[in-house]
T-cell receptor, first 117, second 113 residues
Framework: GAVVSQHPSRVICKSGTSVKIECRSL??????MFWYRQFPKQSLMLMAT?????????EQGVEKDKFLINHASLTLSTLTVTSAHPEDSSFYIC?????????????FGQGTRLTVV | SQKIEQNSEALNIQEGKTATLTCNYT??????LQWYRQDPGRGPVFLLL?????KEKRKERLKVTFDTTLKQSLFHITASQPADSATYLC????????????FGQGTTLQVKP
């Protein structure tokens, strides 16, 4: 299967600060990147979809100015949580997908546990 | 609105038995359905994919069925082992070729030795 690297795995930050999460596809070119968020005992919820070189498309209820997504290259996408608040504490997971692979199995990063104090 | 429900939040079974997990959906016509395993603090790992025109899929000790009339998928693990203990997620994808997945809330399986 595809190799996906997501960093950091855990991060604790103070309220009001920003946190950047990186997601790399190590052995394929990720033309599309999905970012999910998962609260305890809940399902993965899609936050946004980005295509390399384009602006991200955000799901309803997700603030695009708060969750900045950069997908400037085919192997790297970043999610920046700006002005973090305790309610942003969650498990963030990326899922890069290559061209022609949109309707097959999905590969996920290891996830990032964000705790805002 | 679209809704996916997995039958129970937790399922406890004895080692060697067959675990059966259920995924029901409403207001959706998925092109295919997938099952993932998720361990605590980790991202999901793909297990099986079944398309709308398929009734059953098998992989080693895993079996998935897909009934588009009942809008239900069953996921079976035969001869279960303690190492099978994890949370199992079902996910639906539409036919719009976007790659977007809608996940159920998951069922946490505990296999006791």
């Amino acid at each position: 299967g595809a190799v996906v690297s997501q960093h950091p795995s855990r991060v604790i930050c103070k309220s009001g600060t920003s946190v950047k999460i990186e997601c790399r596809s190590l052995d394929f070119q990720a033309t599309t990147m999905f970012w999910y968020r998962q609260f305890p005992k809940q399902s993965l919820m899609l936050m946004a979809t980005s295509n390399e070189g384009s602006k991200a498309t955000y799901e309803q209820g997700v603030e695009k100015d708060k969750f900045l997504i950069n997908h400037a290259s085919l192997t790297l996408s970043t999610l920046t949580v700006t002005s973090a608040h305790p309610e942003d504490s969650s498990f963030y997971i990326c899922s890069p997908t290559g061209q022609g692979a949109l309707n097959t199995e999905a590969f996920f990063g290891q996830g990032t546990r964000l705790t805002v104090v | 609105s679209q809704k996916i429900e997995q039958n129970s939040e937790a399922l406890n079974i004895q080692e060697g038995k067959t675990a059966t997990l259920t995924c029901n959906y409403t207001n959706y016509s998925p092109a295919y359905l997938q099952w993932y395993r998720q361990d605590p603090g980790r991202g999901p790992v793909f297990l099986l994919l079944i398309r709308e025109n398929e009734k059953e899929k098998r992989k080693e000790r895993l079996k998935v069925t897909f009934d588009t009339t009942l809008k239900q998928s069953l996921f079976h693990i035969t001869a279960s082992q303690p190492a099978d203990s994890a949370t199992y997620l079902c996910a639906l994808a539409g036919s719009s070729n976007t790659g977007k997945l809608i996940f159920g809330q998951g069922t946490t399986l505990q296999v006791k030795p």
